[in-house]
């Protein structure tokens, strides 16, 4: 990209605004499976060590009416477009400034960050499906799932670099692959993608898309290569107030300040949204402005006022997340510029949705170690999880832990996937039936399948119930490393239960860890239908049947839509494992098959 005159202005008034919130950079995304996992298993060794860690392994298109983060500011009128338009040679200049050569220029034929040195998928994950048929599945999916294992694999799916399917353009898949993440927290993923195409070749739904995804990394600066080009598009009021702002940061305040007071007097936006944007443009090079931010009267929080107030580090009201999903908490997570306290609420949703990994959920812990400013509750925990890792005995370790899993039946999510490798590194040892259980769906949270199946020799040492502990090794160990048998899997749904003892007979048949023959008649008496008997089941059992591993991960995707897993259907569960297992994603099959037992 080539910078003309004003840009040093412009680097220092973005960097005033990123004193507020740092953007972190990111060139590929991060992976959030454990070193090995999903891995071929090594060589047993002669003499394992006892407690080593061994993880494993178009015009545009409205965005979705019901989304409650609409990118128009409530209340806003639209804009006349007329008022802002450039001449064809205006718009020309405007663009040749950032014109790439041609051998620089990327292909819209192959879209993606991921390859498969990566763990991404190949180039013909989604084979020859309808480009509009996908994009369909996308835009109808409520996202976050319920599970974090699913959510993890179509972040694979949608990150990586593959062909674009007939029947859409290449920057419009691009832009419904992140908009999907987008709705599922992953807002650095969804730059990657908006980043994947060269501004010149940008749709008119890549730059409604590309505005939510820069609101939510909450980095106004980012949307300004793109505002002329998007103006010329669309009315979003958004996009009109982009003048002021990116003549604010490229520290042309005459401008900012005039094209604020027009949209001021033509009513663009109002209220809380134009105060922020004014805000902004206080924040700009050689700005005179200093604007208070209130929140009385709003009653709800929408993408524009999330973006600004996290990029100026304004703290927004509690009950205004209330009014959104959780998916916003986890773009919350990531904002540096908010104290780790502040943050670790919107960590401990990014890590349940799949979004944060073990390692990242840790290393919010530790910040707030260094920081030092924690409240006495939250101190505890921080103390917990040092002493978790680093406790003298496996007794005194396992202590630490349960505090962090709490004190209910059902143990935090949130707080099983921290510990998860403080357990991967304990060594085997005898314990409380219910410690043993929560250690090993600890362990599976996160990925680490051959820690926890480590202990499935400790199981007929152990008092109490160890019922669950030997579901989630039936269901997550690497390889059978306990009894599985007709029997003593109707021993488990008549102690279970019939929703959870559903949910492990259709993971185990998924895995074909039950005969055919066993399965059909364990299905039989507890009314759990194999057979495809939906669109849904035919279709993503076809998609496995043909190898396709991206159309497989979303309509796996498109199946477990549900408020909690207590409300997915079991066949559900049957038909993802199934098709993820036989496309060779068995890892990620057993991870889903065990969440369900853990979460239930």
């Not at 890549?206 to 998007?230: E, K, N, V």
């Not at 805000?279 to 929140?295: C, D, L, M, P, Y």
């Not at 703290?315 to 990531?334: D, Q, Y």
């Not at 036989?582 to 057993?590: I, W």
Request: charged share 20%; hydrophobic share 45%.
């Amino acid at each position: 990209m080539r910078w003309e005159r004003g840009n040093w202005k412009w680097a220092a008034g973005a960097a005033a605004l990123a004193l507020a919130l740092p953007v972190v950079a990111q060139d590929a995304p991060e992976s959030l499976l454990p070193p090995g996992f999903g891995d071929p298993a090594p060589a047993p060794a002669p003499s394992p060590t006892p407690g080593s860690p061994a993880p494993t392994g178009a015009s545009p298109p409205a965005l979705a009416p019901t989304d409650v983060l609409a990118l128009t500011p409530a209340g806003a009128d639209a804009a006349n477009a007329a008022e802002t338009a450039m001449s064809e040679e205006e718009l020309a200049a405007e663009k040749a400034k950032y014109d790439l050569p041609d051998t620089a220029r990327r292909s819209l034929d192959r879209i993606g960050p991921l390859t498969p040195q990566e763990r991404g998928f190949g180039p013909d994950a989604f084979g020859s499906q309808q480009g509009q048929f996908l994009a369909t599945l996308m835009r109808e999916t409520h996202a976050p799932l319920v599970s974090r294992w699913a959510s993890i694999l179509l972040r694979r799916a949608l990150l990586s670099a593959v062909d674009t399917p007939r029947g859409i353009e290449g920057a419009d898949w691009a832009a419904e692959r992140a908009w999907m993440l987008l709705r599922m927290g992953e807002a650095d993923g969804a730059r990657l993608m908006v980043q994947s195409v060269d501004s010149d070749r940008y749709t008119p739904r890549l730059y409604a898309i590309a505005m939510q995804t820069y609101l939510a990394t909450a980095d106004p600066a980012g949307f300004c290569p793109l505002a002329a080009g998007a103006r010329q598009t669309s009315k979003e009021p958004a996009w009109t107030m982009s003048e002021p702002i990116c003549a604010a940061l490229s520290g042309d305040q005459g401008s900012a300040s005039g094209a604020l007071n027009q949209a001021q007097r033509r009513g663009v936006i109002r209220g809380i949204d134009y105060r922020l944007a004014e805000k902004v443009v206080g924040t700009g090079f050689n700005a005179r402005r200093s604007v208070k931010i209130e929140w009385d009267g709003v009653d709800r929080l929408t993408a524009w006022r999330f973006g600004l107030a996290m990029a100026l580090n304004v703290e927004i009201p509690e009950p205004l997340f209330a009014t959104v999903g959780s998916h916003v908490r986890a773009w919350e997570a990531r904002a540096p510029a908010l104290s780790a306290v502040r943050r670790l609420p919107g960590a401990e949703v990014a890590a349940q949705l799949g979004v944060f990994s073990s390692a990242a959920l840790v290393g919010v812990y530790g910040q707030i170690a260094t920081d030092g400013d924690a409240p006495a509750a939250l101190s505890d925990r921080v103390d917990a999880l040092r002493a978790a890792h680093a406790a003298g005995t496996v007794g005194a370790r396992v202590d630490a832990m349960r505090i962090l899993w709490g004190a209910d039946e059902r143990p935090s999510y949130a707080g099983l996937i921290v510990t998860a490798r403080a357990a991967a590194a304990l060594p085997v040892a005898r314990a409380d039936a219910q410690d043993v259980t929560r250690l090993i769906a600890a362990m599976l949270s996160a990925g680490y399948d051959r820690s926890a199946a480590n202990w499935a020799r400790a199981l007929g040492q152990i008092e109490g119930d160890t019922q669950d502990a030997w579901a989630l090794l039936a269901l997550g160990a690497p390889s059978s490393v306990v009894e599985i048998g007709e029997g003593r899997v109707s021993n488990y749904i008549g102690a279970a239960g019939p929703q959870k003892g559903r949910m492990l007979l259709a993971g185990l048949a998924g895995l074909s860890r039950l005969s055919a023959q066993n399965a059909a008649e364990l299905a039989a008496e507890n009314g759990l239908t194999l057979a495809p008997n939906s669109r849904w089941s035919r279709a993503i059992g076809a998609a496995a049947q043909r190898g396709e591993r991206g159309t497989v991960a979303l309509l796996a995707a498109v199946g477990m839509q549900a408020a909690d897993w207590g409300r997915l259907p079991p066949a559900h569960l049957y038909h993802v494992v199934a098709a993820l297992h036989r496309v060779g994603l068995d890892p990620e099959a057993r991870m889903i098959a065990a969440e369900a037992i853990a979460r239930i």
